[in-house]
């Protein structure tokens, strides 16, 4: 930890009075420390309980076993954190990120998980902490606190029970076994997280998404479901497509150990219905995919390369880190689609983020293509022909493409953020 916030010397002797603080123990004193950073300390069974620490650094920290019961993490970050089996009851975690991180067996029963709202109070500095570093902290957070944030973090097992999830994200998150009895989730989101074996019994779920979630062995006893945008339904396809879709759900609820990945390369799939259909990591090698509906599909490290998918409706689609060289897609609806860098994410004891994976779309074909509002971020767009493509209002962000054809996009209305 850098010397900028608190010396080693000196956190070990303020971690000692805290912990006679729990303990009501003589001389005890609870810890405060708003926006410190604790970036990757390793300190695995600390008990952190009732301690102040809004608007905390603990990225990439290992914390497995911690206890931070009715702590104040309002706005604080654990991306990639490793807190396994810790205890979050009835703590404050408003606003909190913890995208990617290790939360296998974490009790967060009671915890407020609403998104945070920012007052002058929240994230008071006093004396020594008005650091440069501390102030500009907690400037961007009066901007950017908000829903706490799961996505992509691995809480199998975790007990949420009779917790209130408003408004979080827990899109991408592993949730095998995961239980969510009794609990109150409005607006919060699931897009593509694993939920097999959950259990959602006497939750109340209104405006929930979960669009491309996993949900085999799922329970949802006396749960009241209002407004809740479900998984698409695969009932109307043929047998043969329904039994590879539903053994690639296997293949991706138990990250491979079971099932089969979808594998259509070289089939003839035009205008079959795939909306909202989770595809991650299928494989539409050289297939036939004219007039294909896939809607609000996720698709993330999708196979299309050399694909046929002309006239092809792609809106709201997730392609983040597809590989499509050479796939055609003229006349395509792309709107509003992502065609960004992710990571493949690892769930498991050593659970840490593999490589940025980008999207590859080296000689595609886009000609007269709907691409209004897509998004590309870092996309490999080299011999792309974007020839009479609708791109008003898309976003190009350091892709791999040549200076003229960036000239010619912002000309037609798209933002293009050239690579550094």
Known sequence: MGSTYMRTHDLVEALRAHARFTRSRPGGKRLQMRLASFRAVVLPGV??????????DFKESTLSGSKFDGADLYAADFTEADLRQSSFRRADIRGA???????????LSGADLRPGAYTDSSLKLV??????????????????????????????????QDTDLF??????????????SGSRISKAKFVNANLTGADFSGAHLEGVDLRGALLAGANFSNTKLVDVQLPADVGSLTDEI????????????????????????GKNLSGLDLRGTNLTGADFTGA?????????????FTVLRNADLCFASLERARLDGAFMPGAVLRMATLRDASFGKTRLYRHNLEQRPGRPWPTQMSGADLKNADLRYARF???NLSDVNFLGAQVE????????????????????????????
Not at 47 to 56: K, N, V
Not at 97 to 107: I, L, P, Q, S, T
Not at 170 to 177: E, F, G, P, R
């Open 242 to 265: 329904r039994d590879k879709l539903n053994r690639h759900q296997v293949w991706l609820g138990t990250f491979g150990r079971k099932g089969t990945r979808a594998d259509f390369a």
């Open 377 to 379: 971020d870092r996309t």
């Open 393 to 420: 209002a898309a976003k190009f962000r350091g892709c791999l493409i040549g200076s003229n054809q960036e000239d010619q996009l912002r000309q037609r209305g798209a933002k293009v953020v050239s690579a550094a």
């Open 127 to 160: 004396g020594a902490q008005k650091t440069m570093r501390q102030r500009a902290r907690a400037s961007r957070l009066r901007l950017s606190a908000g829903a706490t944030v799961f996505d992509a973090a691995d809480l199998e097992g975790v007990d949420f």
């Open 97 to 107: 990120v913890f995208r990617g991180a290790a939360m296998a067996g974490a009790d």
């Open 167 to 180: 408004r979080s994200d827990l899109s991408n998150a592993n949730l095998i076994d995961a239980d969510l």
């Open 288 to 300: 036939k995919l004219n007039g294909t509906l896939f809607d609000d599909a996720v698709m993330d």
């Open 47 to 56: 008990d952190l309980s009732e301690a102040i620490l809004s608007g905390a």
